[in-house]
């Protein structure tokens, strides 16, 4: 197969051709799909446990450890416009949510965790959470904003998404559902919530106006966002890890967590935030794959399944071919399937 004949693979059908991913573009109808047991939950129960939200991935162990700390090098114009956007919004963030990371003194074991904590090389744990809730809440603006143009610009032309919305609008939850579980460990101040309106409606409206000029500049500007969020999270569990965070050391993971992420009973709050990191890293894979297609006409290779999380732990992103790629392998692997249903159904 071609380069050429590949890329074909990505650009999408017109709204009268048939999908070559079955029955629509999303994947199979919930009517084609095999009868499940209904599942009546207890609504006089407040506090709903199960499948109540989008997709979102649960990982195993290795998962939770396989994440690097990835950067992609800004290639053409657009690309260094966002990677210093991040740069300058991540300034920004560090005023504001007062955070710092200065490397430890020569000296650092003869000093007690106060003494590194006055001298500015720690925080402790309330200032991470000011950090995390202050990213957290900017962090779930650009999937809702870019799914919201994505699902305009589809009315308006009276044509398919291409499969972007429902990944973009994941994304968005999932960011969202990281703020709910940090805000089960910390409320926040009147001051500190007026901050993070102000910040949400200058940098809603700015994302809002820079996605409908360039949408793959935003995917790239996202995807250096979220390299920025894998590492301060990595920064996190470090300082755990290594004993600066003791009120965290033993933390039970709140419930909240435990649902969405399918932890154990006895789950961590370290545990928490490995399974946020590794989100983030999902995130940044996305991103910048969706920065590297043709927002106008390419299939959003995510519609219908994802690579491994070995792949979206230690690669920055698929470039366009590799998209193309991995669709056709979608396509093999659907296909494969629906012959062994077939045969199946047969005998």
């Not at 959470?129 to 009315?155: D, K, N, Q």
Request: net charge neutral.
């Amino acid at each position: 197969m071609t380069s050429s004949t590949r890329l074909n693979q990505l650009v999408a059908k017109t709204t009268n051709q048939k999908s070559q991913l079955g029955p629509g573009t999303e994947g199979p109808h919930i009517k084609d799909l095999p009868p499940k047991t209904p599942v009546v939950p207890d609504v006089s129960d407040r506090n709903i446990r199960g499948d109540w939200v989008l997709f979102h991935p649960v990982y195993t162990q290795e998962e939770l450890r396989s994440v690097e700390v990835l950067h992609r090098e800004a290639k053409t114009f657009s690309d260094k416009i966002a990677y210093n956007f991040v740069r300058l919004l991540r300034w920004g963030f560090d005023i504001a949510s007062g955070y710092k990371h200065k490397p430890l003194p020569p000296n650092a074991k003869e000093l007690t965790l106060d003494d590194l904590r006055r001298d500015g090389y720690l925080m402790d744990e309330s200032q991470w959470l000011r950090r995390i809730l202050f990213l957290e809440s900017i962090a779930a603006v650009p999937g809702m904003v870019a799914a919201a143009l994505r699902h305009l610009r589809s009315l308006r032309l009276m044509r398919r998404d291409c499969g972007w919305i429902h990944t973009l609008l994941e994304e968005a939850e999932n960011e969202r559902m990281h703020l709910m579980t940090f805000m089960s460990l910390k409320n926040p101040s009147p001051v500190f919530r007026a901050m993070v309106i102000a910040a949400q409606g200058v940098f809603y409206n700015a994302f809002f106006f820079c996605y409908l000029i360039s949408p793959s500049t935003c995917h790239r500007f996202v995807g250096h966002l979220e390299e920025e969020a894998v590492i301060t999270y990595t920064r996190c569990i470090e300082e755990i890890e290594a004993g600066h965070l003791p009120v965290w050391s033993n933390l039970p993971a709140p419930e909240i967590a435990k649902d969405y992420w399918r932890l154990g009973p006895d789950a961590k709050f370290l545990n928490v935030v490995y399974a946020v990191r590794s989100d983030e890293s999902n995130h940044r894979f996305v991103n910048h794959s969706l920065a590297s297609l043709n927002w106008k006409s390419d299939v959003n290779p995510f519609a219908l399944r994802e690579p491994s999380m070995a792949t979206k732990a230690t690669v920055v992103g698929f470039e366009r071919e590799d998209s193309a790629k991995f669709i056709k392998e979608t396509h093999h692997a659907l296909e494969e399937a629906s012959r062994k249903v077939s045969d199946t159904t047969s005998s």
